[in-house]
């Protein structure tokens, strides 16, 4: 889907639900991810539900960002933690390969 579409819906739905609603919605659909995970830990997991959870949670953490609007904070702060996230690793690897 478009981008520009993708963003009318996001808009839409918060206009027609309400910010609350759909901050509880994300709430909702992270517990929903945590059960498949938990499912499939346990061995009773089903890949197809996992991507559907995932789904629903990218979709409501979207929104979040939409009502916030904080999509370049979020990436600023994503790409921040993944350079650090990077470097520690690289740190982790040498040390271990002394
Ligand atoms: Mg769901």
Do not use: P, W
């Not at 995932?54 to 009502?67: F, M, N, R, Y």
């Amino acid at each position: 889907m478009e981008k520009e579409q993708e963003n009318k819906i996001y808009n839409d739905a918060i206009a027609f639900f309400g910010e609350t609603s759909q901050k509880i919605m994300v709430i909702e659909e992270m517990s929903e991810l945590t059960k498949e995970l938990c499912k499939e830990l346990r061995d009773r997991g089903n890949i197809e539900d996992i991507a559907d959870e995932l789904a629903d949670v990218e979709i409501t953490l979207a929104q979040i960002k939409t009502i916030y609007n904080i999509h370049k904070m979020v990436e600023e702060h994503k790409d921040f933690k993944l350079h650090r996230f990077a470097s520690r690793m690289e740190e982790l690897k040498s040390k271990q390969n002394k």
